[in-house]
């Protein structure tokens, strides 16, 4: 099982894979975390643990824990199995959609910044309404709904017209599934998870956002890609380095030799760059074969 998990973790284009891998695995381990130190009469401890990922409503306890801007949205509540149930579920059909037409860089970076706008919103709300004052929640917030909604939004304002089919409905335009989870977190927000409810609508806005600046030639979630690219090169196995020594070529063996031409391989270029921006089936028959003739060079 580990094996497969590591398998479906690096395959390439698979950030929404990912990134279920990851809140699964939070979610489990924070699990093991609970059952043990409850049982064993530290339940305190483990709130104490808890709290270090939950982000705090009031400003004060926030700039003292300015992580939980990101960790917050990796965590789920586990009291039940349905909030994770049916965020992965989300993340899973709506994210597969996106990966496939705009790429996992993408991905990841309307996912993380889905989760600070649905942070922003809350904080705010929480310290700026009364309303929403009086109501301050003594555990935070937990959920990876913002950046959930984020990503929904995002490929609903691209594809507004993709159609999913849903069980006993047929099939359904994605922009009205979207729209129905939209006014669900609208009426809530004023109901027994009012943050969160918040927090959905932050991130929904900053989908629609991302999504409309992308089409105008403006990736908003570039400075996220560059940050994780720095992150792994940190951890990236570095080639040992190999001195060779080659003859010098004659001018027949050169004329003889196969040629990868330059053309060709800008072609290439272009094909890999539009694989990492909108997925491999965005690509036609013709650049695919091109693509699979040069891997065999």
């Known amino acids: 099982m580990l094996n497969e998990f590591k398998d479906s973790f690096r395959k390439p284009n698979n950030a929404h894979v990912q990134l279920i891998i990851i809140n699964v695995v939070v979610f489990l381990v924070l699990g093991v975390l609970f059952v043990v130190l409850t049982a064993s009469q530290n339940g305190e401890l483990f709130r104490a643990i808890h709290n270090q990922f939950s982000i705090p409503a009031p400003f004060l306890e926030f700039a003292r824990k300015p992580w939980t801007m990101i960790t917050y949205a990796f965590v789920h509540d586990l009291s039940g199995i349905f909030h994770i149930l049916f965020n992965?579920?989300?993340?899973?059909?709506?994210?597969?959609?996106?990966?496939?037409?705009?790429?996992?860089?993408k991905l990841v970076a309307v996912y993380v910044l889905g989760a600070l706008a649905g942070a922003l919103f809350y904080l705010l709300v929480y310290n700026f309404i009364p309303f929403y004052k009086a109501m301050t929640p003594a555990d935070g917030m937990v959920g990876a709904s913002a950046a959930i909604y984020a990503v929904m939004v995002a490929i609903a304002t691209l594809l507004p017209d993709y159609t999913f089919f849903l069980l006993f409905f047929g099939p359904v335009r994605i922009k009205y599934i979207v729209l129905v989870y939209i006014v669900i977190s609208f009426l809530g927000s004023v109901g027994s998870n009012a943050g969160g409810n918040v927090a959905h609508l932050g991130g929904a806005l900053m989908g629609f956002i991302y999504t409309?600046?992308?089409?105008?030639?403006?990736?908003?979630?570039?400075?996220?890609?560059?940050?994780?690219?720095?992150?792994?090169?940190?951890?990236a196995s570095k080639p040992k380095v190999k001195v060779t020594y080659r003859k010098e070529e004659t001018r027949q063996q050169k004329k003889d030799a196969p040629k990868f031409t330059r053309a060709t391989q800008?072609?290439?270029?272009?094909?890999?760059?539009?694989?990492?921006?909108?997925?491999?089936?965005?690509l036609s028959k013709e650049e695919k074969e091109k693509l699979f003739n040069a891997s065999k060079k």
Do not use: C, H, P
């Open 212 to 235: 409309k600046q992308l089409q105008a030639g403006i990736n908003w979630g570039s400075w996220i890609t560059s940050v994780l690219d720095a992150v792994k090169s940190l951890f």
């Open 266 to 282: 800008d072609e290439i270029d272009v094909i890999l760059d539009k694989i990492s921006e909108r997925g491999y089936e965005s």
């Open 88 to 105: 992965m579920l989300a993340l899973y059909w709506f994210g597969k959609l996106f990966v496939e037409y705009l790429g996992s860089d």
